[in-house]
């Protein structure tokens, strides 16, 4: 069984820094594609984040490039989302996603973030 | 970024009925390799989203056979043949033809 699981959500004031981390299991992560996609409280789907399956290829939301950095530990099978100069409009719920014949086919419970001084 | 509208936004239905929610983007969204990378999303309350159609109209495992998508181009429909209790929640469609990958706002599906 596919399972993804997300942890480091936490409250933190403007500027400050987090580091999200998804925790997979059921698949083969090393072959898997993996994104982040954020949802603001009472919003929709917004795309952050992609990475291919050996960490040397990623891609960014034009409102997170050069703050965020997505990466990934295939030993430990775990993806990361290194989260710095966070804003008020940053404040999301953070989900976890697979690239599965297709995009996005597995989400994890989602780890929420909240920006505020 | 490619901007996908979703029709209607609010969609009140009696249970046992049919429903429908259309999807329209403002280009094509058959890639060069000549697949349509078109999804739909269902979001329970209180639930993370979970992928119930891919490439256009094919179903994921366990999804229900009430669930249905169609579409081509730049036009897509997902049909629920006779709403359940259970298919309250929040329905959005998604592309990954164009990069980046964008969601629709979203359609509020409730029971009347």
């Known amino acids: 069984e596919v399972q993804l699981v997300e942890s480091g959500g936490t409250s933190v004031q403007p500027g400050g820094s987090l580091r999200l981390s998804c925790a997979a299991s059921?698949?083969?992560?090393?072959?898997?594609?993996m994104n982040w996609v954020r949802q603001a409280p009472g919003k929709g789907l917004v795309w952050v984040s992609f990475?291919?399956?050996?960490?040397?290829?990623?891609t960014y939301a034009d409102s997170v490039k050069g703050r965020f950095t997505i990466s990934r530990d295939n030993a430990k099978n775990t993806l990361y989302l290194q989260m710095n100069s966070l804003r008020d409009e940053d404040t999301a719920i953070y989900y976890c996603?697979?690239?599965?014949?297709?995009?996005?086919?597995?989400w994890g419970q989602g780890t929420l973030v909240t920006v505020s001084s | 970024d490619f901007v996908l509208t979703q029709s209607p936004l609010s969609l009140p239905v009696t249970l046992g009925q049919p429903a429908s929610i259309s999807c329209r983007s403002g280009?094509?969204?058959?890639?060069?390799?000549?697949?349509?990378?078109f999804n739909w999303f269902q979001q329970r309350p209180g639930h993370s989203p979970r992928r119930l159609i891919y490439?256009?109209?094919n179903r994921d495992s366990g999804v229900p056979d009430r669930f249905s998508g169609s579409g081509s181009g730049t036009d897509f429909t997902l049909k629920i043949s006779k709403v359940e209790a259970e298919d309250v929640g929040v329905y959005y469609c998604?592309?990954?033809?164009?990069?980046?990958?964008?969601f629709g706002q979203g359609t509020k599906v409730e029971i009347k």
């Open positions: 996603t697979r690239d599965g014949d297709g995009h996005f086919d597995y």
């Open positions: 059921g698949f083969t992560f090393r072959e898997s594609w």
């Open positions: 990475i291919s399956g050996d960490g040397s290829r990623t």
């Open positions: 280009q094509s969204l058959v890639h060069s390799d000549g697949k349509t990378y």
């Open positions: 490439r256009v109209s």
């Open positions: 998604m592309q990954g033809t164009l990069w980046p990958p964008t």
